[in-house]
């Protein structure tokens, strides 16, 4: 069931035939999930001559179909992978009527470009998976089917197949682990690209479960790549510090695993919320070009903070050429845009930018992009001189509705900004919630621009973050690691630094909160977070 050791075990037994397509195949799975990606890749081919060799066409296509998906989406080989996927396609026209076509089918639609033709694609393998009563198909295509509908913004469509294909999962009607990783991968794709946190909470507790009983690591990779998106939308950072952090580690055990990229970005835009723009560019040194494309925000926002406002629009609009405009992709695009204009003092073309980001929000109109247009038109009135108050306030319910606290705090010191001279009281309320909200994220750079905000105001704000006395943002991701029991060097793993680095800490944190041992550590942690809830 994922046990991958034992099932190595078995299958080189002296009383298994080693030349067995079966057998070769089995191996190739306990290799998969090993993360040792070019030993099963090895074992599969050998596994499709041998099926070649005894006439099994089935297992043949099945084969070609499963080495295409291993070079397109983790090797990152595309040539390869595509000349198998063809071999896979010339295979099926011996038998069209083959149980494969469904399979094949859905692979194709995986690869193609076009989205109306990948939503066909797996609406085809859907309807032959039912016709041959292949449940595995059936939910795996459910869940492509979903996640398609849901990039494509057809987001209330999309995420009910995808939560009837997770309750198949739930309900054990799914054994295959390659089915079950894709499912979860799809799910929680679909829901970054929402950005639904509540769904994604609820089903990632069914995919911890399954992953920890199955002993399927890949499961966990999948999943906290994209959850650990949904988390740093949500504020939740040390959660997704964590799991993007495991993600990035277990797809490191491949020799060349592509998906590592996708959790690097993911990790990139979290340290640029928390300011720490050297580490993100570091983070994104040496990606491809499809993969840089994918951490444009990110990269955008650097150039603003640094000042660049030609070089932040530069790398926005070039990022756009590759979206739908109207879509919800392209909604945080247009935002940056509108901020990129408006640091160069071009308030018509951030008035444009924003309109353009409203036809997003009625194309697609969920409480986060909505939001998104609400406070880009408030930004423009309070760079022109109108009043934003109206658009702050929307802004500011539709970040709530959406559990997106960073843009939430974001939104309240645009209105504490907008009412300084006539209604200094809220403002100072704003601000102050604005700052609260950034130092439990904690968001060091915004919490300075709120700090000053407040002193503008007369008003003095404590500069002792809650719960961690005087440490610094290191000292306190390196004290919630201790809390977790973990050693120093599993520390320097998961924050990407030296274990004299982390030594350091531990040896400034310890004194500046009084304490003795690790162990005293772990257990101001405890009262602490148990304080805080």
Same mark, same amino acid.
């Given at each position: 069931?994922?046990?991958?050791?034992?099932?190595?075990?078995?299958?080189?037994?002296?009383?298994?035939?080693?030349?067995?397509?079966?057998?070769?195949?089995?191996?190739?799975?306990?290799?998969?999930?090993?993360?040792?990606?070019?030993?099963?890749?090895?074992?599969?081919?050998?596994?499709?001559?041998?099926?070649?060799?005894?006439?099994?066409?089935?297992?043949?296509?099945?084969?070609?179909?499963?080495?295409?998906?291993?070079?397109?989406?983790?090797?990152?080989?595309?040539?390869?992978?595509?000349?198998?996927?063809?071999?896979?396609?010339?295979?099926?026209?011996?038998?069209?009527?083959?149980?494969?076509?469904?399979?094949?089918?859905?692979?194709?639609?995986?690869?193609?470009?076009?989205?109306?033709? +990948?939503?066909?694609?797996?609406?085809?393998?859907?309807?032959?998976?039912?016709?041959?009563?292949?449940?595995?198909?059936?939910?795996?295509?459910?869940?492509?089917?979903?996640?398609?509908?849901?990039?494509?913004?057809?987001?209330?469509?999309?995420?009910?197949?995808?939560?009837?294909?997770?309750?198949?999962?739930?309900?054990?009607?799914?054994?295959?682990?390659?089915?079950?990783?894709?499912?979860?991968?799809?799910?929680?794709?679909?829901?970054?690209?929402?950005?639904?946190?509540?769904?994604?909470?609820?089903?990632?507790?069914?995919?911890?479960?399954?992953?920890?009983?199955?002993?399927?690591?890949?499961?966990?990779?999948?999943?906290?790549?994209?959850?650990?998106?949904?988390?740093?939308?949500?504020?939740?950072?040390?959660?997704?510090?964590?799991?993007?952090?495991?993600?990035?580690?277990?797809?490191?055990?491949?020799?060349?695993?592509?998906?590592?990229?996708?959790?690097?970005?993911?990790?990139?835009?979290? /340290?640029?919320?928390?300011?720490?723009?050297?580490?993100?560019?570091?983070?994104?040194?040496?990606?491809?070009?499809?993969?840089?494309?994918?951490?444009? /925000?990110?990269?955008?926002?650097?150039?603003?903070?640094?000042?660049?406002?030609?070089?932040?629009?530069?790398?926005?609009? /070039?990022?756009?050429?590759?979206?739908?405009?109207?879509?919800?992709?392209?909604?945080?695009?247009?935002?940056?845009?509108?901020?990129?204009?408006?640091?160069?003092?071009?308030?018509?073309?951030?008035?444009?930018?924003?309109?353009?980001?409203?036809?997003?929000?009625?194309?697609?109109?969920?409480?986060?992009?909505?939001?998104?247009?609400?406070?880009?038109?408030?930004?423009?009135?309070?760079?022109?001189?109108?009043?934003?108050?109206?658009?702050?306030?929307?802004?500011?319910?539709?970040?709530?509705?959406?559990?997106?606290?960073?843009?939430?705090?974001?939104?309240?010191?645009?209105?504490?900004?907008?009412?300084?001279?006539?209604?200094?009281?809220?403002?100072?309320?704003?601000?102050?919630?604005?700052?609260?909200?950034?130092?439990?994220?904690?968001?060091?750079?915004?919490?300075?621009?709120?700090?000053?905000?407040?002193?503008?105001?007369?008003?003095?704000?404590?500069?002792?973050?809650?719960?961690?006395?005087?440490?610094?943002? /290191?000292?306190?991701?390196?004290?919630?690691?201790?809390?977790?029991?973990?050693?120093?060097?599993?520390?320097?793993?998961?924050?990407?630094?030296?274990?004299?680095?982390?030594?350091?800490?531990?040896?400034?944190?310890?004194?500046?909160?009084?304490?003795?041992?690790?162990?005293?550590?772990?257990?101001?942690?405890?009262?602490?977070?148990?304080?805080? +809830?």
């Amino acid at each position: 069931m994922g046990d991958a050791a034992a099932a190595r075990r078995l299958l080189e037994g002296p009383d298994v035939d080693p030349a067995s397509g079966s057998v070769l195949e089995g191996l190739a799975q306990a290799s998969y999930l090993q993360f040792d990606f070019l030993r099963c890749v090895e074992e599969w081919e050998r596994a499709y001559a041998a099926h070649r060799r005894s006439g099994e066409h089935v297992g043949a296509v099945r084969v070609a179909r499963t080495v295409a998906c291993v070079h397109l989406m983790i090797l990152g080989n595309g040539a390869v992978g595509s000349g198998w996927l063809s071999r896979a396609q010339t295979l099926l026209g011996d038998a069209p009527d083959s149980p494969e076509a469904g399979w094949v089918a859905l692979d194709i639609g995986m690869f193609e470009g076009d989205r109306s033709r +990948k939503i066909e694609r797996f609406r085809q393998a859907l309807e032959r998976a039912r016709g041959a009563h292949d449940t595995d198909l059936e939910f795996v295509a459910l869940a492509y089917l979903g996640a398609a509908l849901v990039h494509a913004d057809r987001t209330v469509e999309g995420m009910a197949l995808l939560d009837e294909s997770l309750a198949a999962v739930a309900g054990n009607d799914v054994e295959d682990f390659f089915i079950l990783e894709d499912i979860f991968c799809q799910l929680f794709s679909a829901c970054e690209h929402a950005c639904d946190v509540q769904r994604a909470d609820e089903w990632i507790q069914v995919g911890e479960a399954i992953a920890a009983r199955r002993k399927l690591p890949a499961v966990s990779a999948f999943c906290r790549t994209h959850y650990g998106g949904v988390l740093t939308t949500a504020g939740r950072w040390l959660e997704a510090e964590a799991a993007l952090t495991d993600a990035i580690r277990l797809w490191g055990l491949g020799q060349r695993s592509a998906l590592r990229s996708g959790a690097l970005v993911r990790l990139a835009e979290l /340290r640029v919320r928390q300011g720490r723009f050297e580490e993100a560019e570091q983070l994104l040194e040496g990606l491809d070009s499809h993969v840089a494309g994918e951490a444009a /925000r990110s990269v955008a926002t650097i150039r603003l903070a640094q000042g660049e406002a030609e070089l932040a629009r530069d790398v926005v609009e /070039r990022a756009l050429e590759g979206v739908d405009g109207d879509s919800a992709a392209a909604a945080p695009l247009w935002g940056l845009l509108v901020d990129a204009h408006l640091a160069a003092d071009r308030a018509d073309d951030a008035r444009a930018a924003a309109e353009q980001l409203g036809r997003c929000a009625e194309r697609t109109p969920a409480p986060h992009l909505v939001a998104t247009a609400a406070l880009a038109r408030g930004l423009v009135c309070l760079a022109t001189g109108d009043d934003p108050n109206a658009c702050l306030r929307e802004a500011i319910a539709g970040f709530s509705r959406a559990q997106m606290p960073m843009e939430l705090a974001r939104c309240r010191m645009a209105l504490a900004r907008a009412l300084t001279t006539e209604q200094p009281e809220v403002a100072m309320a704003q601000a102050r919630a604005a700052f609260e909200a950034f130092q439990r994220l904690p968001a060091s750079r915004d919490a300075d621009g709120a700090a000053a905000v407040l002193r503008s105001l007369g008003v003095r704000p404590n500069a002792v973050r809650q719960g961690v006395g005087v440490l610094t943002a /290191r000292e306190n991701e390196v004290l919630q690691l201790l809390g977790h029991g973990l050693t120093n060097p599993e520390i320097a793993d998961r924050l990407f630094i030296s274990r004299k680095t982390v030594e350091h800490h531990v040896g400034n944190l310890l004194p500046k909160l009084g304490l003795r041992s690790r162990a005293e550590a772990a257990g101001y942690v405890a009262r602490t977070n148990s304080a805080g +809830k």
